[in-house]
C-alpha cells in the first residue's frame, strides 16, 4: 500500500521557518522524482520545488526559490522542504507528490493528504 505522509507544518510569524517532511512507503522511492505543491483556500494547486535522483535536480517556482530548499534521504524514503524567510502568502495546504515517468508515456503519480502551514503578519 502506498503511503506519503507529511508533517511539519503549523502556525508561524513572518519571517520564521518550517520545515516540513514527507515519509513514504509501497514504492519504490529512489526512482520517483519527489515535488511539493501548495493550494490556499479559493485558488488551484501551485507547484512548490522538486527534486529529482540523483538529487542534484532540482526545480523551484520563482516565489519560493532561495528560500524553500528541497531536498531528499533515500535510505529513509523521506522528502523535505525546508522553509525560510516565511511570508503571509505563503500560506496554504502543502502537499507531497511522488511521480514516475516511464519511457513509454505511463505514468505514476502518489500524493500525501497535505499538512497546513500558516504565517501570521
Known amino acids: 500500500q502506498v503511503q506519503l505522509v507529511e508533517s511539519g507544518g503549523g502556525v508561524v510569524q513572518s519571517g520564521g521557518s518550517l520545515r516540513l517532511s514527507c515519509e513514504t512507503s509501497?514504492?519504490?522511492?529512489?526512482?520517483?522524482?519527489m515535488r511539493w505543491f501548495r493550494q490556499a483556500p479559493g485558488t488551484e494547486p501551485e507547484f512548490v520545488a522538486g527534486i529529482g535522483n540523483p538529487a542534484i535536480n532540482t526545480n523551484y517556482s520563482d516565489s519560493v526559490k532561495c528560500r524553500f530548499p528541497i531536498s531528499r534521504d533515500n535510505a529513509r524514503r523521506t522528502a523535505y522542504l525546508q522553509m525560510d524567510n516565511l511570508k503571509p502568502e505563503d500560506t496554504a495546504v502543502y502537499y507531497c507528490?511522488?511521480?514516475?515517468?516511464?519511457?513509454?508515456?505511463?505514468?505514476?503519480?502518489?500524493w500525501g493528504q497535505g499538512t497546513q502551514v500558516t504565517v501570521s503578519s
Open positions: 507528490n511522488a511521480r514516475l515517468q516511464i519511457l513509454d508515456g505511463r505514468e505514476f503519480t502518489y
Open positions: 509501497g514504492f519504490t522511492f529512489h526512482g520517483y522524482a
